[in-house]
């Protein structure tokens, strides 16, 4: 039975697309649920055809599938329905017709050979993986799992999945592994990204709600991005900050001198992690100078506190921290408190990755409120977020949050939920999942033993990554759920379950200024690959818990169940009917009530907090702070580099899976890994430019390209995080308050490579 099986998959293997006649030959042989499941999605098997809703005169749009900025394409079709091409949309409110490298590629990916075709199992004897069918790859995934599961308990198995996939998918996995299989710990790469946003705004402002809109960018007097690469990271974000007619004042906090702070009006060259005790120095300042909003203030609780607080952070016990000088400090704190100027604040990764990014989160959301840069245009403490669908995740995944914006730990909240689901109240676990670091650290334990990864490639990504090889001995079965086969994680798995990608689905993302946007099946997925929604419902179906997930038949349905689950909370979008309505309104942010009526449909940008009330129990903002920590691993006499790292060039994304299948974006980035040296130090250590050198922390080392550039400070090294050695070197450090990892600062040594 085995070798028919193995021999059915290797026929799929080598002839994709398959034929009809195999395609309904297969179909006839595999009668029943699982079959059932499987011919709900045209379009599947490589000559199936999209449904001709999505083929308005040729054209339909679609989000692009990378970063948080989350820009319309307009993607041309041909007859069959199938886009051949595509372009940036005009008059979309994010993009306004511009696209990034990225975006204008984003259908190159999807053609690679690298797609995974058909589900891959390792086989035990011999080590290799073995094309199988979705049958048998399915009886691998529910016998190895139910066996842990019932050996080990429901703490045995866990997942770790992305914010790159539509918010339906991510729901449904989150409520069929907590609701239905019943186990308990899952976390998403966005602990990796966001984790320190969203604890931030939870205990700032009572919910996590990023107030901004992308307006905001151009109506501000004073635009402060702090650790964030705009050039690079968010280019049209970018685009947007050149709009702003108000000539405004272009701050960029960054020990490196990036692309951003190059085209900033100031650059402060802040010591890495000199971010808290800078923040604190301009509060001190600013509150000194009495350069407040009464209005504002009144709108806080936890003031006093502060007060007595900061008076220990005068800019002079500050300079050495930051690297800045008294004069430095006190300027910046007198530009970002000017009365009667819209000051913004803006950060990504440079705060959030560190370990203590939460707390320097909440210094920019003080230093807002202080001065009343809060519910104005032009104003707030904002966090740009980083993946197509990271505010989905934060709202819909089901891991932190309880699933539509709740809390596992309220009574009140799971008995809404489990109503709204149609689903025993004891499905609904209390406790929270362990965090993606403790998850791991389960797992080198022996506690966790079944690891199932989806639309993430921890094995590239992950902090101290050459932990998670020796980990991969101790797990009994790794499960990757991927759109590639050749991934690092892919490459480690037992099972291999193919997925469908971008542009090969429906669904919803939701973007940094909180708008929700469709995504649409422009293309059949290769082989037998699936949508991970489709992929999910099989699995419900053969764990037995299909009956659970009955509704849940297709992405729009799912839609509409969270959509009602978010009634009465801050992300309320009970006012959407469903697709239509979001693509007509030119998507829509949240919050959207069946309230908002026809008013709040035609203001296509808001904000926030206009009204002064906040999500918490009393309305109020809370203020918080602690002092700052030592940085946990700084460099020293035998590591003496500080190494930074983070995105290369707008055209790579993250672990290259996708960016490195396009011809063209190949083009325009260097192939090899390089890392930026200061020029006294390149001098110093006797290296030119493109000479190797072996660069080394206390984890790892890697081999290097020298790029001699005076972007980075003597002492200082950047490494772009998209080549797979970079986090053999990397600090498992992290924030206690989200456990975000502190990716952006550890120690290492250099040395010149000899050539024999
Ligand atoms: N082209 C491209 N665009 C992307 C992505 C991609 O992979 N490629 N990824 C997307 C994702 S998921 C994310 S999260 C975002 C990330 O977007 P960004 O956060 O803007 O990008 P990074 O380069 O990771 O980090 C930003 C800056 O933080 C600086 N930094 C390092 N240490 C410190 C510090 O201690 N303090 C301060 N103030 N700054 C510091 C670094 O020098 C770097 O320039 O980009 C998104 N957009
Ligand atoms: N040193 C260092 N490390 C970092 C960072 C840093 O700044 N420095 N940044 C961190 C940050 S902010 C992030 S967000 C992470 C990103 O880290 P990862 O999430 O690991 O990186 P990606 O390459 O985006 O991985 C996404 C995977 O999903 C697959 N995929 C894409 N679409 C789909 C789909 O629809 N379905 C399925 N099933 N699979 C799909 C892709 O092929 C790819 O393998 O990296 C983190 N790592
Ligand atoms: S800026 Fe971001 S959303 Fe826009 S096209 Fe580029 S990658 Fe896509
Ligand atoms: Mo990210």
Same mark, same amino acid.
């Not at 050459?466 to 009994?476: N, S, W, Y």
């Not at 499960?479 to 090969?504: F, I, K, N, R």
């Not at 009956?547 to 909370?569: N, Q, S, V």
């Not at 906040?614 to 190494?643: C, N, V």
């Given at each position: ?66 970063? !948080? ?17 595509? @372009? ?72 770790? @999945? ?34 320190? %946003? ?13 107030? /901004? ?14 650790? @964030? ?66 209005? *504002? ?83 707030? %403490? ?10 989905? @995740?934060?709202?819909? *995944? ?19 939920? %489990? ?10 676990? *209390? ?110 179906? !053969? ?35 469903? /697709? ?37 129990? *009393? ?60 020029? %006294? ?76």
């Amino acid at each position: 039975m085995r070798g028919w099986k193995r021999a059915r998959g290797l026929l799929f293997w080598g002839s994709v697309p398959l034929i009809p006649a195999a395609i309904s030959k297969f179909l006839k042989q595999h009668s029943g649920p699982l079959t059932a499941d499987l011919v709900l999605e045209p379009g599947n098997f490589g000559l199936g055809k999209v449904p001709k809703r999505l083929m308005p005169a040729g054209t339909t749009t679609s989000i692009c599938g990378f970063c !948080a900025t989350g820009c319309q394409l307009k993607l041309h079709l041909d007859d069959e329905g199938r886009a051949i091409n595509l @372009s940036p949309q005009a008059g979309y409110p994010v993009n306004l017709g511009m696209a990034c490298p990225k975006g204008w590629q984003a259908l190159d990916p999807l053609d690679s050979e690298e797609r995974a075709k058909v589900p891959l199992l390792r086989d035990a004897e011999t080590g290799k993986m073995v094309p199988v069918g979705w049958e048998e790859a399915l009886d691998a995934f529910v016998t190895r799992f139910k066996k842990i599961g019932e050996e080990h308990g429901r703490e045995s198995v866990a997942f770790l @999945s992305t914010g790159q996939i539509p918010f339906e998918e991510m729901a449904f996995l989150g409520c069929l592994f907590k609701f239905g299989m019943g186990f308990l710990h899952c976390d998403a790469n966005t602990r990796q990204c966001m984790a320190t %946003a969203v604890t931030a705004y939870k205990q700032s402002f009572g919910f996590d709600a990023p107030p /901004y809109s992308y307006a905001d960018f151009e109506e501000s007097d004073v635009i402060v991005l702090v650790g @964030s690469n705009l050039c690079i990271a968010h280019p049209i974000l970018w685009q947007r900050v050149m709009r702003n007619k108000r000539n405004p004042q272009i701050i960029v906090i960054d020990p490196r001198a990036t692309e951003t702070a190059q085209a900033a009006t100031r650059h402060v060259k802040l010591k890495p992690k000199g971010d808290l005790p800078l923040l604190y120095a301009l509060t001190h300042c600013i509150l000194r100078d009495g350069r407040t909003d009464a209005e *504002s203030i009144a709108r806080t609780e936890g003031l006093e506190e502060f007060l007595e607080f900061i008076g220990d952070y005068s800019p002079e016990s500050m300079c050495e921290r930051t690297g800045m000088s008294v004069e430095e400090i006190e300027s910046l704190a007198r530009t970002v408190s000017e009365p009667g100027k819209r000051v913004s604040w803006w950060w990504t990764m440079g705060v959030n990755q560190s370990y203590e990014g939460v707390r320097a989160a909440q210094a920019m959301i003080n230093l807002a409120l202080i001065t009343g840069n809060i519910g104005k245009p032009g104003t707030g %403490a904002n966090s740009i977020t980083g993946q197509c669908n990271a505010m989905g @995740s934060r709202l819909f *995944s089901n891991t932190t949050s309880l699933v539509g914006g709740h809390d596992f730990a309220y009574p009140e909240h799971r008995e809404k939920v %489990a109503a709204g689901l149609e689903i025993p109240l004891e499905n609904i676990p *209390s406790e929270t999942s362990l965090a993606y670091d403790q998850i791991i650290a389960a797992a080198e334990e022996g506690k966790i033993k079944g690891l199932w990864i989806i639309a993430t490639n921890p094995f590239h990504s992950w902090i101290d990554s050459g932990r998670l090889e020796a980990l991969r001995e101790k797990l009994d079965f790794l499960v990757v759920q991927d759109m590639y086969h050749t991934t690092e994680s892919a490459q480690a798995a037992d099972l291999v379950l193919p997925a469908a990608g971008w542009g090969e689905k429906d669904g919803c993302f939701i973007n940094s200024e909180r708008r929700i946007g469709t995504l649409k099946k422009v293309r059949p997925s290769p082989g037998i690959a699936l949508s991970d929604f489709r992929i999910f419902r099989l699995i419900a179906n !053969a764990w037995g818990c299909g009956d659970l997930f009955a509704k849940w038949t297709d992405p729009e349905a799912a839609f509409r169940i969270l959509r009602d689950l978010t009634k009465g909370r801050p992300c309320d979008i009970t006012g959407l009917e469903g /697709y239509e309505m979001i693509d007509r309104l030119g998507g829509v942010q949240w919050p959207f009530p069946e309230t908002a009526g026809d008013g709040a449909t035609t203001a296509r940008e808001r904000r926030l907090f206009e009204d002064g009330i906040y999500y918490t129990p *009393s309305g109020k903002a809370k203020i918080l702070f602690s002092p700052p920590a030592e940085m946990p691993e700084s460099a020293d006499k035998d590591y003496p580099f500080t190494l930074l790292t983070g995105r290369g060039t707008s055209s790579q994304w993250h672990t290259q899976s996708r960016t490195a299948k396009s011809d063209i974006l190949r083009k325009l980035y260097p192939q090899e890994i390089y890392v930026e040296v200061n020029p %006294a130090d390149a001098a110093r250590l006797g290296v030119k430019e493109h000479d190797p050198v072996t660069i080394r922390s206390r984890r790892g080392e890697l081999v290097a390209s020298v790029y001699i550039a005076p972007t980075v400070s003597a002492g200082q090294v950047f490494l772009p995080m998209h080549y797979p050695e970079v986090n053999r070197l990397t600090h498992p450090s992290f924030d206690p308050h989200s456990r975000q990892p502190n990716y952006k600062a550890c120690a290492v040594v250099l040395e010149k490579v000899r050539r024999n």
